[in-house]
């Protein structure tokens, strides 16, 4: 059956596009043919400054590039590539006249893959082509598979973690953002009779996925000890100990572990090497700072950890967050300061509108390099 010219050109266009830069239009010519015959699209460019433009727009699957061009060094061409995220992958494999040591050697230390002296020997260059083809082949799906495992782990973490909806007996809301899709940035909302709920927020050591993982230890911790039977210091104590036998040297949580009774407004609070809650006013108000210092968890055998008790009025709520929305600009206690202050200023809007415009107030222009994590409670 005869191949019909739709499909031809689908298969045309599946196939590696294959980016010539000579100046000699002879060699072009030789390359272009040969790629082609063995099955890759081919464009080309005769000097460094459409080299460049082409590639940008075009976005090659591989580069054959000549060393010495009429406007410029194929080496600067290839180390500017090397800095523009869109071809960072992309090989670059130096034609040459020139095969002395030296050359080859700077054509590798600016990120080419491979070097080919002339005269060209077209069998030659094709199984290197091809090679290096397949080689970026396996890379783009090595990476694909890690995306795809790191959406996993993300998707499994943020089932842990549960949705306002879900329990709307708590009144809260929460904005967790995580700069590598899935951290160690962590919340959990925790019924524990009648009108008490236990919240939690911890923010594990490290900004890697590795940290990730603890976090599903945590809510099982969590979720073992927490209940009427334990108060919130006891559950602490007793995460803690169970941490320490498990968490690899130099790994620990900060958190705050929070009781409160929606009905009376009774607040018990631990803290545990955490950032201060904040506290606002029906509407807004002045906010109140609950300072406490408190030892890390699963670091120490016998650590002292900080307690608040208080009351929480009807319409005031307490903002938890991670360190992430403090540690943005400036000091620490600048950061708390603009925290506060955002929490304020919100205050008048409803609480599911409020928290992420604290977020968006305390960030605005500011680089996260690091996880952010704010929950809003109401009472």
């Not at 980016?19 to 010519?29: E, G, K």
């Not at 080859?104 to 080419?112: E, L, S, W």
Request: glycine residues 8%; negative net charge.
């Amino acid at each position: 059956m005869q191949e019909t010219e739709a499909s031809s050109m689908q298969r045309q266009q599946r196939s590696p596009l294959v980016f010539v830069v000579d100046d000699d239009p002879t060699t072009v010519i030789t390359i272009r043919g040969l790629m082609k015959r063995a099955g890759f699209r081919t464009a080309s460019a005769g000097n460094a400054a459409d080299a460049l433009r082409g590639i940008r727009e075009q976005h090659p699957d591989l580069i054959l590039l000549d060393v010495n061009l009429p406007d410029g060094c194929g080496f600067d061409v290839c180390r500017r590539l090397g800095s523009e995220a869109s071809a960072v992958t992309t090989p670059v494999l130096f034609i040459s006249a020139n095969q002395d040591t030296s050359s080859v050697i700077k054509g590798f230390a600016c990120g080419g893959v491979d070097y080919i002296t002339k005269p060209i020997v077209g069998a030659e260059v094709i199984a290197r082509v091809r090679t290096h083809l397949r080689l970026r082949q396996a890379y783009e799906k090595l990476a694909e598979l890690h995306a795809e495992r790191v959406q996993q782990l993300a998707s499994a973490q943020r089932d842990l973690m549960p949705l306002p909806k879900d329990l709307p007996e708590a009144r809260f809301q929460v904005s967790l953002r995580q700069v590598l899709t899935a951290g160690g940035d962590f919340y959990d909302v925790i019924p524990a009779g009648g009108d008490v709920v236990d919240y939690l927020v911890a923010d594990a050591s490290g900004h890697n996925l590795a940290a990730s993982l603890w976090t599903a230890t945590l809510k099982a911790l969590a979720a073992e000890y927490a209940g009427p039977l334990n108060s919130p210091l006891e559950i602490v104590h007793a995460i803690n100990s169970s941490l320490c036998r498990i968490l690899p040297p130099a790994a620990f949580f900060t958190l705050i572990y929070m009781r409160l009774n929606h009905a009376t407004g009774q607040l018990s609070m631990v803290n545990a090497g955490h950032p201060p809650a904040i506290v606002t006013g029906s509407g807004g108000g002045q906010a109140v700072i609950l300072r406490v210092d408190g030892d890390v968890v699963g670091a120490f055998g016998e650590p002292l950890f900080g307690i608040v008790e208080t009351t929480l009025k009807p319409g005031e709520r307490i903002f938890l967050y991670t360190d992430g929305l403090i540690e943005t600009g400036g000091t620490h206690e600048e950061g708390l300061q603009r925290m506060a202050a955002a929490c304020v200023l919100r205050g008048h809007l409803p609480l599911n509108d409020a928290v992420p415009a604290v977020v968006e107030d305390v960030m605005a222009d500011l680089p996260r390099a690091d996880d952010t994590l704010l929950v809003g409670i109401e009472r």
